[in-house]
């Protein structure tokens, strides 16, 4: 995919640490009203649904217009039940995958969306997966990483504390879930004909025969507009009791799930 133009947007917030100091990966999504970057950030986000090549036929099929199938079928709806958390959930995951994609500069599968039994219903398993080949041609390397990404999102509540905390707890059982993810990723996306990306993540089912590095990534989002001196109130870091190997990310933002169906309700045009 394209990175999409409201990365722009993502500013990363330097030296924000807990009440105790221990510091956070902190991004703020500082957005305006721009008419184009909201249309392809929606397009964007319909493509995780379903792909340019297949729509037309699919509304054909169903003999509605591309408007009325993708209302109908695809895009969660502000007015039904769960749409609202349908919304936020996927517009969170998405965006913490291109994060990790065009800012972090990791692969992700995005295949998590399409074709999902209910248009308000979420995947089980691991929310994001994230890998990075430490080597050219992408060949297996002990330094290779994949990272499982928990994601929590509290989009029309200013609480950073709960959501982040309830990241990070929820990461901790991507420990016993993310292989399973893997094969269903891995059998998704040949599905979907993406052959090459399937088979790079048959490398991370090898884990024994070729070792890697796990990271595990708990990431919150929640309608903060801002961070008082650099500080996130109300929780500390000794209290997450964090492995090694696991780490927070938290991006904040004014208004956050008016912005989500301002994007949301431009995904069927």
């Not at 990241?167 to 901790?172: C, F, L, N, Q, Y």
Request: hydrophobic residues 35%; glycine residues 4%; proline residues 4%.
């Amino acid at each position: 995919m394209d990175r999409p133009q409201y990365l722009k947007w993502s500013v990363k917030e330097d030296g924000v640490v807990f009440e105790d100091r221990p510091p956070l990966n902190c991004y703020r999504l500082s957005y305006e009203i721009d008419e184009d970057i909201l249309s392809d950030w929606a397009l964007h986000i319909r493509r995780h649904y379903v792909p340019d090549d297949e729509l037309e036929e699919d509304a054909f099929l169903n003999e509605l217009t591309v408007e009325e199938y993708l209302r109908q079928y695809i895009i969660p709806q502000k007015g039904e039940n769960f749409g609202p958390t349908a919304r936020s959930n996927d517009i969170s995951e998405i965006l913490f995958a291109d994060l990790f994609e065009f800012v972090l500069n990791y692969e992700v599968p995005r295949c998590k969306q399409y074709n999902r039994s209910g248009k308000n219903e979420s995947e089980h398993g691991t929310d994001v997966l994230a890998y990075r080949f430490f080597v050219s041609p992408k060949k297996p390397h002990k330094n290779d990483e994949l990272v499982a990404i928990e994601v929590k999102a509290l989009l029309s509540s200013k609480e950073a504390g709960k959501v982040i905390k309830d990241a990070v707890g929820d990461s901790k059982k991507d420990e016993h879930r993310f292989s399973h993810t893997l094969d269903y990723y891995r059998k998704k996306l040949r599905s979907m004909g993406k052959i090459s990306e399937s088979e790079r993540i048959a490398r991370f089912q090898q884990k024994t025969e070729n070792p890697y590095k796990t990271l595990y990534v708990g990431a919150a989002i929640s309608s903060l507009p801002s961070i008082k001196e650099k500080v996130i109130v109300g929780i500390k870091g000794t209290d997450l009791e964090l492995k090694t190997d696991q780490s927070i990310f938290y991006v904040h933002g004014a208004d956050l799930m008016s912005l989500a169906h301002q994007v949301f309700e431009r995904c069927t045009k």
